[in-house]
């Protein structure tokens, strides 16, 4: 049993760590806050959850969360986190920094793309990246997770083997991603008016998306040589999942059937990835509300490229799920509780 | 051939005013005024209207509007529209007021549902409220109208005939009415999120909504008796449209056919109210993008009551359609230009 | 530990009884039947349950699924259940029938708005109405439970303290309910393809669906006389969820203080039914993928009506869900296990 | 002033079709044909036509049509257009096929495609591609267009400037596109059902699309050299448009000033393709019952790549608004006669 607390609760990842950690058998919240909420009841913000707590949001007070939590979850946004992380750190707290302040190992990349200096570098490096289908011992011994970005767990996931098999060129990685509008989060911007989302279909940030560099730092290290993709995120008039389609140019020749057998080995461990059957890919709606990753595979002789879909609900196994999943090894609980 | 201008133009019923009279024949835009985005092109908030204006928002400059414009739409806030109206009257330009600043004839009616005084309490007795199929000809002979809200006259339209022909108790209407989200107008609240309108059904304002008093204003004139009704809005995961579904005691005995022809006979010179034959109801999509109203017709003679279902396009008849409505009327033209 | 079956698997409500079902600790499954779909596994057509169940769809064998059930759920299109229904319960099974086909008592009633003849007359007067709120001790005593319909679930919940205690006039009340469209099922009909539905609002069996007769057979039990209600339901574009907004005339004088007393003191035995606060009205979304049943109140001085707004899942507290709680209550078991 | 008519006109292209044709000032409707549907009035199966038209569907019948009509257009399912063209052609009709019939120029790539064996290769020739932007001339002269397919005419229009200036690999493009499920037409499928598409993202056909060999076909004659494509269609929930996201490896460099002139160049004399200003691109909404176009552009120089992102309305610019575009210039009329 431990007790855990969320800074920065009232967003749409914070709503689902409170589902998800409500159901744990071996966790107790101890607070949630918000800076924008603070002593709003939850249920009059969080609908559906109505029934099940009954607390309030608090205003951050790291002395007393620290005293009363295990472990801390921090879902706050970017740039906001660099300091409370160091402060629990400090404290002796294991930590889940769902932002992405200590995701990139590399300061000037952070700078570059979030146009932030880092005041923690060294903490960088001792942080690890929560994806558990990689890092899984590394996350048990780490009390610093950096949980992964949810386009990031969507590609990492699905060219991963390809690359630790050398079966295609990193560098012709091209990832069409297309994202529910919850993964913007819960914010006050006249382009999430539902007049504006419903019945329309939005490319942003094309070439452009921070979550770029942390895909290539990932592709990078598994690759073991350096990987530079091409990513377009587009918003789709949904509520939640993510659907990547990815191409890469095969190297070599391969069958769909090694190729499947490949995945299926890479992730023989990996409780939440699933490989599809032959000529079956995922639907946004298979993964929605679950934690599971799936994986549909394609070689394509023709054009001599292997297209590789994945979908994953954004704020499960791309947000909060994902979080709770880390936190369970770090706890040293079944990988999976709460999370099936 | 006139010209007009729109004050507050970058609303939602701004862009349909602007898409409809760019199609007009007899009129030419000069002005398109917005405080919030003056300077920014049209182009750029209005997606869809591209290809088409290449105008800016300008902020509002009464002498200059004044001088320029035959006729004056206003599309501001409730409350915002009052002086600037009795301004440019003063300067003898035609109103069109799309607020609900002019509608209630009663100011302490205004008063107490909009919690705001009326500074121009004699204008209120000018105004002609512009419905055409009941006040066609005032509208002609009017420089000011006010243009009904989107919900009356979904409602008013519904139930103006039985209320004429005597045939339903005008103290048992209960208007239970679904409005798509554009209803709510371009605006920044947590509540418009896509995520928090979409697969969702929200009842707002119920038994207090502010179209109410206007509805039974109309309702009593044509009753020639005090009315009060019930009415519910709803808010339903749909850009566009409003359906109204009404309950009406009967009074005495009418068949289903009688009250067709009522209905047809009341509405023989209105080109834009269709009945819809028996046992057939409207749909949203029946009317989107038009100007139309349908209204389907039961006799319920196990309960004794009246089922009247009305469909409009909520920023069309019920806002920026009927605005061009009445300025073709209030201009001379034909009352259906630009409108089919 | 219970076994139970399937019979009719393959339609939404089907898929929602097996993601329950599956997570409750004291039953397994036996049989899952579709006449339609034998053969294939299930995980090919109902998305989302992939990961968890690798079972096929059986072809219906009465003898097989009784031996090896203690209880079957009968989820199979109305007048399709009134034989199976039989045979099971003359093979001593318990039976929760999903379909309508047990829920009337008189069968002049059930052939006039279902258009069949009902076969085994004896056994509607052995059914008991699934209602736990209404009838829990009966259904703990029964074998066959005649699982209601959602929308009278919604409307039923809503009025029956009011009529208990003869707060409102039972002949004035007007249910309008807008549901989402997997109510519809899972069926093909071009009414139901997404470019249909989708963007619209649809009014349908205005005055005369199938569900009025069950809901005013209850309320006239209630009331102890014969109650005569309008009922319109509409389709609305999202998934899942009804919302009834109902209107009461008041019979003398009542607050809203003490009004939410009776529906509390009513209910405070029912673990899934939640009176809102005053003022608040509920949303589909706050009970979605829930068995609640939340309750808004208002008392309108204006028009001496009550009005009450009620929002269910349709699938699940308006089948599913309910099916399960009935299952609960039959086998001894917590009524929310798996529920909550 | 032409009579033309429609054989096929139930499915959503036929309703787009009438749309459009009954605001054309000189063309006047003969025949509305359906098999399905013959006998019932328009107005019932097209919504929001209803005050429009009143019209029956009848069933075809060849010699009437012929003799009644100047210009036939016949939106059939694929193979069901074979015939009837050269029936129609033989009695010296102008034809608009919008099926995949007369599109592809080699025969064994329909077979292959199609699997149907073309009874009329002969017609294949002369048979004109009817994209205005690239057979403008040719078109003019035709008697028989060959409408292209939706998804050809995103891709088509967005990578032909690049491949006719050689300023991108052919052989590396990569389409991937997401279409609202109006593009699936008025079929009964369980697929297309509401609660199937609802809240869901799916890929299809993935690398076997029918429409890459068309796609091929143009983008090799613009080339002229073979180019083989991958190409991706989704299944987006909402009703209209199609938004394409196509990747090209540079060769040489170019700057996205000289690439924005390049585009805007080529379609220099096509009235309803708009090139983007810089770092902007299409939304759905942006061209939704337009009949127009629109690209956003960018060079990224991290991926030596260029990224094209197209977007049209699927029923007007991706099928009936072209189709009207190919009748103007067929018949003399203004090219944008109807379509502004």
């Known amino acids: 049993m431990i007790t855990v607390s969320i800074v920065g609760a009232s967003g749409y990842t914070g709503r689902e760590l409170i589902k998800i950690l409500f159901k744990h058998p071996q966790v107790k919240i101890a607070h949630l806050t918000s800076e924008t909420y603070k002593g709003k009841r939850i249920s009059e913000l969080h609908k559906g959850l109505v029934s099940f707590i009954d607390k309030k949001f608090e205003k951050l007070d790291i002395d007393k969360v620290a005293q009363d939590s295990d472990l801390v979850f921090l879902a706050l946004p970017h ?10 750190l400090k404290k002796g707290k294991k930590i889940i920094d769902l932002s992405a302040d200590y995701r990139l190992k590399d300061k000037s990349l952070y700078k570059r793309w979030y146009g932030l200096e880092h005041s923690y570098p060294r903490l960088l490096r001792r942080a690890v990246y929560g994806l558990p289908e990689i890092y899984k011992e590394e996350i048990k011994k780490s009390s610093l997770v950096a949980n992964p970005g949810c386009y990031p767990t969507g590609v990492i996931l699905g060219v991963a083997p390809l690359l630790a098999h050398r079966l295609g060129d990193g560098n012709s990685i091209i990832a069409d991603a297309k994202s529910g509008v919850s993964g913007a989060g819960r914010r006050l911007d006249i382009a999430y008016h539902f007049s504006e989302c419903h019945e329309n279909l939005v490319p942003y940030n094309v070439g452009e998306h921070r979550h770029t560099p ?79 990753c799936e994986i549909g595979l394609m070689v394509d002789r023709r054009t001599k490229r292997i297209i590789i879909i994945t979908a994953i609900d954004n704020l499960v196994k791309g947000a909060s799920g994902q979080a709770v999943q880390n936190m369970n090894l770090m706890s040293g609980f079944r990988e999976t509780e709460a999370l099936l």
Do not use: C, W
Request: overall charge positive.
């Open 214 to 292: 942390e895909i290539e730092q990932e592709l990078s290290k598994i690759s073991k040589k350096k990987i530079t993709i091409s990513f377009t995120p587009h918003l789709v008039p949904m509520d939640r999942g993510i659907l990547s389609t990815i191409y890469v140019n095969l190297e070599g020749k391969v069958s769909i059937d090694r190729l499947r057998n490949v995945y299926k080995n890479y992730y023989r461990k990996a409780p939440f990835v699933k490989i599809l059957p032959k000529a079956t890919f995922p639907q946004a709606r298979n993964v929605v509300e679950t934690n599971f």
């Open 79 to 88: 740039g906001k986190s660099q300091k409370p992380v160091a402060e629990f």
